[in-house]
């Protein structure tokens, strides 16, 4: 019965995560932390980190990191065909029937306004987690060295995020 609440819980969140992974993350606490409470907030948040860290997409990282902690690999499968389901079916419905129209006036309208929706939440996202990553001067510092690095900087995410990580490191551990 697990498997089949954890696919449909990250059906949903596949289905309703417009702009990619980093709007599931509102998605993930409001579901796996408040709503079944599968997982600790700290959890979810250390989640979150270690997948934007390691290869592939932060969605289906997302979805094996926390199916695995919930127990084994097999809620971790169940939980990455979920998230990947609505993408696959949406990306085909988007080839076959809107791409034919996207010189359309009132589809660029509405693919403005999903982008413009996107970049607020993901800003309203990242002000709530700084409550939980942003704890001191150091971990402020280190986050504004990882903004530093990737916006004005245009490094490479990774790039960026290792070197925020040794810059951590330094500051909150030798310092």
């Known amino acids: 019965m697990l498997y089949l ?41 250390n989640i979150i980190a270690v997948a934007q860290t390691v290869p ?5 990282n997302t979805a094996t990191l926390v199916g695995l902690n919930m127990g084994h690999i097999g809620y971790g499968l169940v939980a990455v065909l979920g998230v990947v389901s609505p993408a696959l079916l949406v990306a085909y419905l988007a080839d076959r029937y809107v791409r034919p129209h996207l010189k359309n ?10 982008a413009a929706a996107v970049i607020g939440i993901i800003l309203a996202t990242g002000l709530r987690m ?9 971990t402020m ?14 490094w490479n995410v990774a790039l960026a995020t290792i070197s925020a990580a040794a810059a951590g490191v330094l500051l909150i551990y030798f310092i």
């Not at 592939?56 to 289906?60: C, L, N, Q, R």
């Not at 006036?105 to 999903?114: M, R, W």
């Not at 510092?141 to 245009?154: K, P």
């Open 130 to 138: 700084m409550d939980s990553a942003v704890i001191d001067g150091p």
């Open 56 to 60: 592939g997409t932060f969605a289906t």
């Open 141 to 154: 510092i280190t986050g504004l060295f990882a903004f530093y690095l990737f916006y004005s900087r245009n």
């Open 105 to 114: 006036p009132a589809l660029q309208g509405v693919l403005k306004g999903i």
């Open 5 to 45: 609440k954890l696919y449909l819980l990250f059906l949903k969140i596949g289905l309703l995560g417009f702009g990619g992974g980093y709007m599931m993350i509102p998605l993930f606490f409001l579901e796996i932390v408040d709503r079944y409470k599968w997982l600790s907030h700290d959890d979810m948040f």
